[in-house]
């Protein structure tokens, strides 16, 4: 199991939390997605799945979701 965290911004409300959901659950490999709504800023979204996931897949889920993926804020 491997578990990736991203930072994504322009989420605003439980559509966007829905909307991302679903478009990474859809990657190969994904078996959950859990996302943490920050309004107005930088929201995260934890992925686990069976093998590590490339980062430009990724990205291309989240903006098909309408958002953009950024570094995390350590």
């Given at each position: 199991?491997?578990?990736?965290?991203?930072?994504?911004?322009?989420?605003?409300?439980?559509?966007?939390?829905?909307?991302?959901?679903?478009?990474?659950?859809?990657?190969?490999?994904?078996?959950?997605?859990?996302?943490?709504l920050v309004n107005g800023g930088t929201s995260t979204a934890t992925i686990s799945s069976s093998a590590p996931l490339d980062a430009a897949s990724i990205d291309g889920a989240v903006a098909e979701a309408g958002y953009t993926v950024v570094p995390v804020a350590s």
């Open positions: 199991m491997t578990t990736t965290t991203i930072g994504i911004t322009g989420m605003t409300c439980g559509h966007c939390v829905s909307a991302v959901q679903s478009e990474l659950s859809e990657l190969p490999g994904v078996e959950a997605v859990d996302v943490e």
